[in-house]
């Protein structure tokens, strides 16, 4: 019963830390001045639009270049990002 309420907890604070860190990633990367217009952006016809599919192609860039993973790119690596805020939630 003990294991059962531990591993509720750390479930349920991963899916928190998940959360966050969407947020924030996402606010990161639309603010910081290297980086903008990644879901928040100008169409074709000069009006602005959410575009949430760029975000999670950003997001999950890490799974397929190698780039995301050296220490320049840990501001702009999602799952570092997750890890951090999983922490300081536990």
């Known amino acids: 019963m003990q294991n059962y309420i531990f591993y509720k907890y750390m479930i349920k604070k991963l899916i928190y830390s998940f959360i966050i860190s969407v947020i924030l990633f996402g606010l990161y990367v639309e603010l910081n ?3 903008t ?3 928040w952006r ?3 016809d000069g009006n602005k639009q959410i575009v949430i599919n760029n975000l999670f192609i950003l997001m999950f ?3 397929n270049y190698l780039f995301y993973w050296y220490p320049t790119a840990w501001d702009i690596n999602f799952f570092i990002w997750w890890m951090i805020i999983f922490i300081i939630l536990i």
């Open 37 to 39: 217009n990644i879901w």
């Open 33 to 35: 001045p290297y980086m």
């Open 42 to 44: 100008i169409n074709a």
């Open 61 to 63: 860039a890490p799974i």
